[in-house]
């Protein structure tokens, strides 16, 4: 399998390309006939042609006629901006300190924080429930952030640790030879090299804050703070037999797209994050 | 000298100063809530603001352990959670080989794999969910049209067709996820291992098992780990898909009903509590099965 096109005959290639072309539709097709429902007129429901007769946008100009959907689109964005710039802020100078600094326990901080990685956000479900409303947060865009970071701030240390300790020492040390202080070293010297890190770990961070659901559809009551998964698991029609498919489509189309394309753009880099976050644990 | 021990112990504090900070913000959104959900498990504590609340010892434990809502629970849970994870590391392995085959189209292959684990998981369910609609869906309607039934299927109306469909979102979406961690893993083998073999006369699929398969298990062991652990705690699919049926709950949503739909804080948290449990008890057994360290 190592290498198809020199050596195998003609037969294990065409069956090497065939192998390919399904993986290519099982793994295209959903997000492609999502994309054509969200195109086809509601009349044309039936068909299942993957090019549709007619297209239309009505579907587009309702949804974002629709305030519900419109406000979690904007609660959504702010609610997954903040929780990364929080934890990479956090988190970032965690990891130098994990990743390049001396200190006692250090060993015992990175297991609980890798632990921490895996912790089941249900098991806090209800603790968190009372502190929210106890804190009168509950139903707010902070509340949510903040209960976000049970999931962004242990990847990003996690993620950012493995980065920081992946930089030559050499830099740091002329620095030091300079006279630098440590923060200075972290400031100056250590923190331009990571922004490569910093971009994939935020993106990773971001879809997770993107597609969250438990927390959102727990914490959040009305309309004005929910965010895009919880509204487009409840948009309904009149019955539940009439859903709206093809708003429901759009909706998800216009949450996807932005994701997808950012996905093309950072692919390399996210692929390095996702596997620093596993492979090398 | 003087200086450099000067150095150590500025590090030494500044690693202290700027660790603090993330320490208290884990402590704040899981150790504390993890406290007061251990507190809460013990307590008869409605959250309707009326009823004070009472200390009534294992009896939320039992209550739970006695009802068969929670087991069929449980259930399900298991029954998805094994499904889909196996077919994920046996269809991830799959497509990582090929994705590790130098051809023609490789990096589309690569960007493609990725598109399902980038949609929301909450977006997947629905797209799926179209997909197997009763009337519209493409499903039935390619289903009738090659006549492979006579009869239009709601799938989503029964656990034993529902079930089937929940597991294919879950492997659609995150075989993608699968195969990158093997595709690193495999990215690991020294090339010249292959080499080697061939010239000693070893076939493919002699290759595979003798080389391939024990070389990639660790990373196959790690992703598993991942995997199952965050299988064990499904939400979202079973929620978006088949909310409103009371046979088709899983762990993760029988714990959020009783706290969100009864306001029973008490039965809610010793759930939580129940669910921490069995997922440790799945990562003991890996670890001593694995010996793979976290460290």
């Known amino acids: ?281 | 000298m003087a200086k450099q021990i000067d150095l150590l112990e500025r590090q030494r504090r500044l690693a202290w100063f700027l660790i603090v900070p993330a320490v208290f913000v884990v402590f704040l959104v899981i150790g504390y809530p993890l406290i007061q959900v251990l507190l809460y498990s013990v307590l008869k504590y409605k959250l309707d603001g009326v009823t004070p609340a009472s200390f009534v010892g294992l009896s939320n434990y039992l209550f739970i352990l006695t009802d068969p809502d929670f087991w069929l629970a449980v259930q399900n849970t298991l029954i998805f959670s094994v499904c889909s994870v196996t077919l994920e590391c046996v269809l991830g392995l799959a497509v990582a080989l090929v994705a590790n085959s130098k051809f023609k189209g490789r990096s589309i292959l690569r960007v493609a794999i990725l598109i399902p684990w980038a949609i929301p998981t909450v977006v997947s369910s629905k797209i799926w969910a179209w997909m197997f609609n009763d009337i519209y869906g493409v499903v039935n309607v390619l289903l009738i049209n090659f006549h492979l039934i006579s009869q239009k299927i709601a799938f989503l109306a029964t656990p034993a067709t529902a079930l089937p469909v929940i597991i294919a979102v879950d492997v659609w979406k995150t075989t993608p996820f699968m195969a990158l961690l093997l595709l690193a893993g495999l990215g690991l083998i020294p090339g010249d291992l292959y080499e080697a073999a061939s010239i000693d006369g070893a076939s493919k699929i002699r290759q595979f098992f003798s080389l391939t398969l024990p070389l990639v298990m660790p990373t196959l062991l790690v992703a598993l780990i991942f995997r199952t652990l965050d299988a064990l705690r499904v939400f979202d699919i079973f929620y978006v898909m088949v909310g409103g049926q009371g046979n088709m709950a899983t762990m993760a949503i029988y714990n959020q009903q009783w706290l969100v739909s009864f306001l029973d804080a008490g039965i809610g948290s010793a759930a939580s509590v129940i669910i921490l449990v069995i997922i440790m008890v799945f990562v003991v057994l890996y670890t001593r099965f694995s010996k793979t360290s976290f460290e």
């Open chain 1, 1 to 281: 399998m190592k290498d198809p096109d020199s050596k195998s005959s003609p037969v294990l290639r065409a069956l090497f390309y065939l192998l390919v072309l399904v993986i290519l539709v099982f793994n295209l097709f959903p997000f492609l006939y999502a994309v054509v429902s969200s195109f086809r007129p509601s009349s044309e429901l039936f068909s299942t042609d993957l090019i549709p007769k007619s297209l239309t946008f009505l579907h587009y100009s309702e949804i974002f006629r629709d305030a519900r959907f419109v406000a979690s689109l904007i609660n959504s964005i702010i609610v997954a901006g903040c929780t990364v710039a929080i934890a990479l802020a956090f988190g970032s100078l965690c990891a130098y300190a994990l990743g390049r600094l001396p200190f006692r326990f250090k060993g015992f901080v990175l297991y609980l924080v890798l632990t921490m990685t895996m912790f089941p956000q249900i098991s806090v479900l209800s603790g968190l429930f009372v502190m929210l409303k106890a804190l009168n947060l509950f139903n707010t865009r902070q509340g949510l952030i903040m209960t976000y970071l049970i999931f962004s701030l242990p990847f990003t240390i996690w993620v950012m640790t493995q980065y920081f300790r992946s930089l030559p020492r050499e830099l740091e040390e002329a620095a030091y030879v300079d006279g630098a202080s440590p923060l200075a070293v972290f400031w100056q010297v250590l923190l331009p090299l990571t922004v490569p890190g910093l971009v994939s770990t935020g993106l990773l961070a971001f879809i997770a804050a993107w597609n969250e659901f438990l927390f959102a559809l727990t914490f959040t009551v009305t309309d004005n703070m929910k965010t895009v998964p919880v509204v487009i698991s409840q948009f309904s029609g009149a019955t539940s037999y009439e859903q709206p498919w093809g708003s429901i489509m759009a909706a998800s189309m216009v949450v996807t797209i932005p994701l997808v394309i950012l996905v093309m753009i950072f692919q390399y880099r996210i692929v390095a994050g996702l596997t620093a976050g596993a492979v090398k644990g």
